[in-house]
C-alpha cells in the first residue's frame, strides 16, 4: 500500500514539473504568432478616416398614423367629450376627409338619419364597424350613425386608405370602426337640453341689398333634449355594460328664418307648379273658350296654330274646384315652396 502511494507521489512531482517547463515556450510562441495580427490592426487604425459627428433623435410618443401599414385616425371618448358635439355622426362628420353626408343640417328630402362620407365618395362605399363586426346599415346600404349610442364608446379608428381588398367594395372610400366600452365598472347619466335663438327681422328696403334690419322679435325653435344612461360590471370571468338613451329633436322650418323663407331672395321665386294644379288645353276645341276668369288663347291665321290655354285654380283644397274656379296662370301664381324644408330635420331615437 506504502509502495503504490510512493509512486502515485512520484508520477505527480514528475509530471509538474514537466508542466511548468512547458508552458514558457507555449506563451512565447503564442506571442510570437501574435504579432503580426498586431501589427496589421495598427497599420489599419492608421488608414481609418475619422467621419462627423451623428446625432439620432428618438420618441417614444407613439404616432399610429404614421408607423402603421395604413394612415389611422383614432378619436378618443375624452376628445368627443370636449368637442361638444352629442352624436358620433356629427363628430366624424367635422373630420377633415369628410364629405357631404347627410345629417340633421342638410337631409332635405331624408329620413333624419346621419351618415358618413369620406372624401365624396358616397357614404355607401364607407364601411362600418363596431368592434370589428358590420354593423347593420340601411337598404341602400348606407349606415345609420345614430343608431350608436354615443355614451358607450370607448374610441374611433378611422382607417384613411380604401381597404376594399380586405373588406369588399363598401370599403372603397375607407374603413370606420368603433370600439365600445371595456372592463367599465359603475353606472353614469348625462342630459343635454338646447334650443335656436333667431331675431326674426325684416328685408331693408334697398331690394338689391337684400340685408336683415335691425329690429324684429325673438324667436326660439329646433329644442332638443337628449337623455342617456350607462351602467357596468366586470368580473375575472365575464363583464356586461347596459345602456339606455333618448334624444328628441324638434325641426326647424326654413320658413322662420329671413334668409331662407323665399326660394330665390327678392325676386319671388318658386315652383311654376302650384298645389291647386295647372292645366293646359290644346285642341281646336278650346280656341277663344272662356273657363272661369281663363280665357283660352284663340286661333291665328298667320301660323295655323291654336293657343293653348295655361290655366290654374283659385280653389283652395277645402273646396270642390268647379269650372268657375279656373283662372289664366301667371307669375304670382308660382308656390313658394322654400317655407316647407327644413333647416333641422326632426328626429326621435329611443
Given at each position: 500500500m506504502n509502495s503504490n502511494l510512493r509512486k502515485a507521489v512520484r508520477y505527480a512531482l514528475v509530471a509538474g514539473a514537466a508542466s511548468a517547463m512547458a508552458a514558457p515556450a507555449v506563451f512565447a510562441q503564442s506571442a510570437a504568432q501574435q504579432t503580426p495580427a498586431n501589427n496589421q490592426n495598427q497599420n489599419q487604425n492608421a488608414n481609418t478616416a475619422q467621419l462627423g459627428k451623428i446625432e439620432v433623435t428618438g420618441t417614444r410618443i407613439k404616432r399610429t398614423d404614421v408607423e402603421t401599414a395604413q394612415p389611422v385616425t383614432i378619436i378618443t371618448a375624452q376628445q368627443i367629450q370636449q368637442s361638444g358635439l352629442t352624436t358620433i355622426g356629427d363628430v366624424l362628420q367635422n373630420l377633415t376627409q369628410s364629405g357631404a353626408a347627410i345629417n340633421t343640417l342638410f337631409n332635405n328630402g331624408g329620413n333624419g338619419s346621419t351618415s358618413i362620407d369620406l372624401r365624396y365618395l358616397g357614404s355607401n362605399r364607407v364601411l362600418v364597424l363596431v368592434n370589428g363586426r358590420r354593423w347593420t346599415p340601411q337598404l341602400n346600404g348606407i349606415v345609420d350613425l345614430n343608431t350608436i349610442p354615443v355614451s358607450?364608446?370607448?374610441?374611433?379608428?378611422?382607417?384613411?386608405?380604401?381597404?376594399?381588398?380586405?373588406?369588399?367594395?363598401?370599403?372603397?372610400?375607407?374603413?370606420?370602426?368603433?370600439?365600445?366600452?371595456k372592463n367599465y365598472n359603475g353606472a353614469e347619466a348625462h342630459a343635454y337640453i338646447g334650443i335656436y335663438h333667431n331675431t326674426y327681422s325684416a328685408f331693408t328696403s334697398n331690394s338689391s341689398v337684400a340685408l336683415p334690419s335691425s329690429g324684429g322679435f325673438n324667436h326660439w325653435d329646433?329644442?332638443?333634449?337628449?337623455?342617456?344612461?350607462?351602467?357596468?360590471?366586470?368580473?375575472?370571468?365575464?363583464?356586461?355594460?347596459?345602456?339606455?338613451?333618448?334624444?328628441?329633436?324638434?325641426?326647424?322650418?326654413?320658413?322662420?328664418?329671413?334668409?331662407?323663407?323665399e326660394a330665390i331672395w327678392t325676386q319671388g321665386g318658386g315652383s311654376s307648379g302650384a298645389p291647386d294644379g295647372r292645366f293646359f288645353f290644346v285642341g281646336t276645341g278650346f280656341a277663344g273658350k272662356t273657363f272661369g276668369t281663363g280665357t283660352c288663347a284663340p286661333y291665328?291665321?298667320?301660323?295655323?296654330?291654336?293657343?293653348?290655354?295655361?290655366?290654374?285654380?283659385?280653389?283652395?283644397?277645402?273646396?270642390n274646384p268647379q269650372l268657375s274656379n279656373f283662372t289664366n296662370w301667371t307669375p304670382a301664381h308660382r308656390f313658394n315652396y322654400a317655407p316647407l324644408n327644413y333647416f333641422v330635420t326632426p328626429l326621435e331615437t329611443k
Open positions: 358607450v364608446i370607448d374610441h374611433v379608428e378611422i382607417l384613411q386608405d380604401g381597404a376594399s381588398a380586405i373588406y369588399g367594395s363598401d370599403a372603397i372610400a375607407g374603413v370606420v370602426n368603433i370600439i365600445t366600452l329646433g329644442k332638443i333634449q337628449q337623455y342617456d344612461f350607462t351602467i357596468g360590471s366586470q368580473s375575472d370571468r365575464a363583464g356586461v355594460v347596459f345602456n339606455a338613451g333618448y334624444t328628441n329633436q324638434q325641426p326647424i322650418w326654413a320658413g322662420s328664418r329671413v334668409q331662407s323663407k291665328n291665321p298667320a301660323s295655323h296654330s291654336y293657343g293653348s290655354c295655361d290655366m290654374t285654380l283659385t280653389a283652395t283644397p277645402s273646396n
